[in-house]
């Protein structure tokens, strides 16, 4: 029976890579065994998928969504590498880009365990309102089993108000100490990584992070939750905590060579992450403060009226504005009417004339954040500082960073930033 089993796995493998999600839907039956974790949230999925990767693979194999692969395409590929003897948890990233994703998804996967981070206003073209985004989410416990667990942040009231099916396990994470799991004593401004304490049934313990930011407080917790939950011990959590680094692009900390510091943050560019990615500036340590801004994503105003916002914004943040794009005059000017010189509010036009400014000038103690929105000059200005660019496509709509993808010509400075460069925990 056994070796059935796994030769009938081992001829579905390929069907799944076209991928075709009736198989998926078969081989997610023959997972019986393994124990399937969903997470939502309009931020901090990724990071939480990745957390939580972290903590379950040193306990059991483990199988998670890579890439931000966030849809069916990605739910099929995770299942089928799933082994149906050994693979003991999956966990999987699940988007709400459009009505209905986050229902087809849960009847899929028919999470075990589903966690939601928070509600924003994302995706403006398709939910209206907070509610009409928070209904969607919520179809992710819409699935649960009788022995099911949900999963839910107690800071975000739309998330604590969501409906969870009649004798499904409720787990809550926030800031109360009336939740099942609460922290104290959160801490973020660099030079300090983001840490806090934990406290879970009375047991304290201190987790200490690779993150930069407060607002990441929620995913690291829902991580904690169902570690927890699962029988993971504090203390090896806090120490598979302490390893994991930041997905590429989001707020993550990397020295140059020159001994200046940047904030990479240009995955994500919506209000709530422009506003997170500021304060961490404004209360870092730093000699001079630099922001390389292209532009702001799920804006109602217009370019002019938005760039402008974000120019007054920096005039008071920082000692260096630059705007990238053909809009960015909007900002400068802003910047300049605020109060920031105009030698030091500077518009390019694109990311290799910003880098060819930015590289001579930064020094030990400099901070620069590079904020946008999934935009392709700011992860190559960034790698243009580390070394010779070779990727020349001139406009890319590929949704991802350069380090994700298979295109990019630079392995070897990925590998530098992300493996040599991203700070550490001291």
Known sequence: MRRSLVSLWNVSQPLLRIPRLGVAYVLRVMLFRTIFIAITGSNGKTTATRFLAAILSSQAPTQWTRLNRNSLGGFTETIAFCNPLKTRFAIFEVGAGKPDAVNKASRLIRPDIAVVLSVFLEHRSYFKSLEAVAREKANLLSRLPSDGVAVLNADDPLVASMPVLSGRKQLSFGASSNCDIYYKDAISSWPQMFKFTVVVNGQQQEIRTRLLGTHWIGPVLACIAVARYLGVPLEKISRAIEQVPPYPGRMQVVRLPSGAIVIRDEFKGTQHTINAAFEELR???????FLVFCDEAESSLSPRKRLAKIGRRAAKLVDYAIFIGEKSQHGIQAAVAAGLSEDRAIAFPSYSEAAQF????????????????????????????????RCSIPVCKKRMVCDDCPEFKNPELVKLANERLTVRVD
Request: proline share 5%; glycine share 8%.
């Open 358 to 389: 930015l590289k001579p000038l930064l020094g030990q103690g400099d901070i620069v954040l590079l904020k946008a929105d999934q935009n392709n000059q700011l992860p190559r200005l960034f790698y243009s500082m580390l070394g010779d660019v």
């Open 283 to 289: 209360k870092a340590c730093a000699n001079r403060k």
